[in-house]
């Protein structure tokens, strides 16, 4: 059986075996049977520790970060304004999408949003289409770059899919909106893997604890410890968050 993390009030603390306990507003988390460590807001969300990264990896697989290069390139790619403004409007037109399954899985759709930004902005070329996806080239597909083993995590695939199954799978995860829904389930199953309260709405701007939980969300998706950081900058970005909650007036009718 998976080890449960236990939790206070700090999103991962570092024994062995771990559940969540206690409330999610005290600023405190127990470590196994040690004294009580005092979570400070001025820590940083995305930094994991040593004993962190070991139970992660056991638990869930995730494998650390880019090169420098590929940070590099990455960095670089957040520069090209026109390649921006291509992914605000795929966004935009994602919209009704992320709001509705934000919605339905009980996530911030802040946090949707900024992983849809970050994959869609460092996609590569070609990879949505479909005799790609199903050459077996790429391990991951979609606006959200979900994988075929996220359906069997979902119980949406038998755990050993026959090759037609696996072509299926493929066409469901080039579908927006069903790689979308895919994305929200999956947050939404990690979260309570994690130990996290189900109803709880994560909001990075509300407390350490919350950035915390996000970000551990976030490496877990990816599998990269610079995507945290990443993501948790485009949560507060205000391009994005006007997308999102803002609405467009209609221009006034200047004949009249």
């Known amino acids: 059986m998976a080890e449960p993390l236990r939790w206070t009030t700090a999103l991962l603390a570092t024994a062995a ?6 409330q999610w507003s005290h600023p405190v988390a127990e470590v196994g049977d040690q004294a009580p460590l005092v979570v400070e807001d001025s820590l940083e969300p995305t930094d994991f520790s040593p ?10 697989g ?6 420098q290069l590929a940070q590099l390139f990455t960095s670089g790619m957040d520069q090209l304004q026109p390649l921006r403004a291509s992914t ?12 509705r399954q934000a919605a339905a899985h009980q996530m911030n ?4 949003t900024a992983v849809l930004f970050d994959e869609i902005q460092h996609s590569k070329p070609g990879e949505s289409l479909p005799f790609i996806a199903h050459s077996g ?3 991951t597909h979609g606006p959200a770059q979900i994988s075929v083993s996220e359906l069997i995590h979902q119980n949406r695939l038998p755990a050993k899919p026959t090759q037609e199954e696996i072509t299926w799978a493929r066409n469901q995860l080039l579908d927006p909106e069903m790689n979308i829904t895919l994305l929200a ?9 994690l130990g996290l309260p189900e109803s709880l709405m994560l909001q990075a701007s509300r407390s350490y604890l919350d950035a915390k939980a996000i970000a551990t969300l976030n ?10 950081a990443r993501v948790l900058g485009y949560m507060q970005d205000p391009e994005l968050h006007g997308l999102i909650y803002g609405g467009r007036q209609p221009n006034p009718d200047i004949t009249v």
């Open 219 to 228: 490496y877990l998706h990816n599998g990269k410890l610079d995507y945290p």
């Open 137 to 139: 080239l790429v391990k």
């Open 17 to 22: 075996s771990l559940c969540l306990v206690g």
């Open 109 to 112: 759709p802040m946090l949707i």
């Open 88 to 99: 605000v409007d795929r966004l935009r037109e994602l919209k009704p999408v992320i709001l």
């Open 62 to 67: 995730v494998h650390g970060p880019q090169t």
């Open 185 to 193: 389930a999956k947050f939404q199953r990690l979260k309570l893997a």
């Open 51 to 60: 004993e962190e990264l070991k139970l992660l990896q056991r638990r869930f």
